[in-house]
């Protein structure tokens, strides 16, 4: 079974600071990695994925991630932070052949002070 | 990009009481969909998978004759929560999968249902 950990359940960080959060997977075979985000009242919106290929994935609003196999690692990051990316953040992966649904980290909120 | 929406964004029943919550698919066709429920403050867990013209497949622990899926066509699929008490509040997001080897899901907004 698939598992993945965030470890940073809450995060503060002021504007223009880096920004990296945690995510670790637990899985025997390939998978695809994620990371979504819900803004406040707002749905879940794709940040990046990872299918194959170059292990930095860039992604929108500045974000990127970078895959670790060896580490079993999807860790976010972003080099400044603004105000309006305060939100919820869900790392997820599925698997690359059978079960397409994914399973989510249990999502770290970041709170950006301006 | 593609769009999913969910119907109603909020509904308050009475315990006991059935809901019925639709997700569609607005400009593609998929063949597959997700039903999630996410806790305050948790995150999302599966709770079934829909599958165009075939029975749904449960999570374990997901009671199936509680939470009705019916997925008719490849553009809706539909939850029915039956009788519904107050441990069913929760907030219920869809997702769809999009055809043709794709493996990105795309979320509902979401439905927040309480039940009192």
């Known amino acids: 079974a698939q598992s993945v950990s965030q470890h940073n359940h809450h995060v503060i960080l002021s504007e223009a600071a880096s920004l990296e959060l945690g995510c670790n997977y637990s899985?025997?075979?390939?998978?695809?990695l994620f990371w979504y985000v819900q803004y406040p009242g707002q749905h879940l919106q794709l940040l990046l994925k990872?299918?194959?290929?170059?292990?930095l994935v860039k992604g929108i609003k500045g974000f990127e991630a970078e895959f670790i196999k060896s580490k079993f690692s999807f860790n976010l990051r972003k080099p400044s932070v603004q105000w309006s990316d305060t939100a919820e953040y869900f790392c997820?992966?599925?698997?690359?052949?059978?079960?397409?649904?994914?399973?989510f980290g249990s999502g770290t909120r970041l709170q950006v002070q301006p | 990009g593609a769009v999913v929406s969910q119907h109603p964004s909020r509904v308050i029943c009475k315990s006991g009481t059935s809901v019925k919550i639709e997700c569609r698919s607005l400009?593609?066709?998929?063949?597959?969909m997700f039903w999630y429920r996410q806790f305050p403050k948790q995150s999302l867990m599966l709770m079934a998978t829909?599958?165009?013209?075939?029975?749904?497949?449960?999570e374990q622990g997901v009671e199936k004759d509680k939470f009705l899926i019916n997925h008719a066509s490849l553009t809706l699929s539909t939850l029915t929560v039956t009788s519904a008490h107050p441990e069913d509040s929760s907030f219920y997001i869809c997702?769809?999968?999009?055809?043709?080897?794709?493996?990105?899901?795309?979320f509902g907004p979401g439905t927040r249902l309480t039940v009192l």
């Open positions: 400009d593609f066709q998929a063949t597959t």
């Open positions: 829909s599958n165009e013209g075939s029975k749904a497949t449960y």
């Open positions: 997820a992966v599925n698997a690359l052949r059978g079960r397409r649904a994914l399973t």
């Open positions: 997702s769809a999968l999009l055809s043709g080897g794709y493996n990105e899901q795309f």
């Open positions: 990872y299918f194959s290929g170059d292990p």
């Open positions: 899985y025997g075979g390939t998978v695809n």
